[in-house]
Every structure is written in structure tokens, then in C-alpha cells.
């Protein structure tokens, strides 16, 4: 996403009518709805981080927590895609879960996570005004639904192609 921007960006062009920032928005969403169904297939990579940091999971068993924590981020990685105001809301929500996992985590989340924080940044910053038809927003919890399923579908298809082990 963020050498479609720069590419974009520097010969002034657009990509399918999409505005550099735009291709970096649905880079950024796609990303984060990738990474969310990593906290769905192995909730188990965060169990180390459960027992240095407990209060964590805030009283929930770490398994339900990660699942839970899958689904909130997949949805608002979602709401990218979606209405300006729904987007920057989004943000906004996504910008409190990074920033406080600096506060916690440190250096290292500082680094990795401050390219998500541009983005997000950005995001909120846009100015553009767009007009939805009327009929996509009753159309926002099915459109939701398929993606989740696209991406669950994609995520262990493919994980089951590369590393030759079963779909489920």
C-alpha cells in the first residue's frame, strides 16, 4: 500500500479513479483484516504476552479474548472501506488500540506500529466528500459477512496450500 501511495503520489496519477490515498486506505484495511484472522487461526501466538501482561485479557480466558479482539479488529478494519464518517470513526478507534499497546508494549510497538498510525492519521485528516447510494448502507452487515468469509475462506486455503496441512 504504501509503495502504491508513493508511486501514485509522485507521477501524480490515480489507479482505477482511486486517489493514492485511497489505494492506502483499502492497503491499510485489507492488511488489518489479514491480520485479524491471524487472531482467529492462532490465538495461541499472544498466550507469552497473557502471562507477562495479564490484565490484558481483562478478566476473559485468553482463547475468547484473541477471537474477540479478531472480530473487533476485522470489523473496524472494515469500516475503512466504508463512509467517510464511518471510516474516520474507525480511525479514531484503531488509533486508541495502537497507541495504548505503545504505552504497554513499548519501543518495539512504537516502530512497528507508527506506519498504522500515519495511515490512520491520514485517514481522519481526508477531506473528501463522497455520496453513498441509499441502498449500500443496508447492505453494510451482509457486505461484512462475505468479506469475513472471503477472507477466513482465503487465509486457510491458502495456508493449507503452502504448508500442505488440512483446511480445518
Not at 112 to 123: D, E, F, N, R, S
Amino acid at each position: 500500500g504504501l509503495a502504491s501511495y508513493l508511486i501514485l503520489t509522485s507521477v501524480q496519477q490515480t489507479f482505477f479513479n482511486l486517489r493514492p490515498l485511497d489505494v492506502f486506505r483499502i492497503a491499510t484495511s485489507i492488511t488489518l483484516m489479514w491480520a485479524s484472522v491471524e487472531k482467529w487461526a492462532y490465538p495461541e501466538w499472544s498466550f507469552p504476552l497473557f502471562l507477562t501482561h495479564p490484565t490484558m485479557a481483562m478478566g476473559y480466558d485468553p482463547e475468547f479474548f484473541m477471537r474477540a479482539a479478531g472480530v473487533i479488529e476485522f470489523t473496524l478494519a472494515f469500516a475503512l472501506l466504508w463512509t467517510p464518517l464511518v471510516r474516520r470513526l474507525a480511525c479514531v478507534v484503531l488509533l486508541g488500540m495502537f497507541v495504548t499497546a505503545i504505552n504497554m508494549f513499548g519501543k518495539i510497538d512504537a516502530i512497528g506500529h507508527a506506519p498504522i498510525i500515519v495511515v490512520l492519521l491520514a485517514i481522519i485528516a481526508d477531506d473528501v466528500k463522497i455520496k453513498m447510494p441509499r441502498y449500500m448502507t443496508p447492505m453494510a452487515p451482509f457486505a461484512l459477512a462475505a468479506s469475513m468469509a472471503i477472507f477466513i475462506a482465503v487465509y486457510y486455503l491458502g495456508h493449507s496450500a503452502a504448508f500442505g496441512t488440512a483446511v480445518l
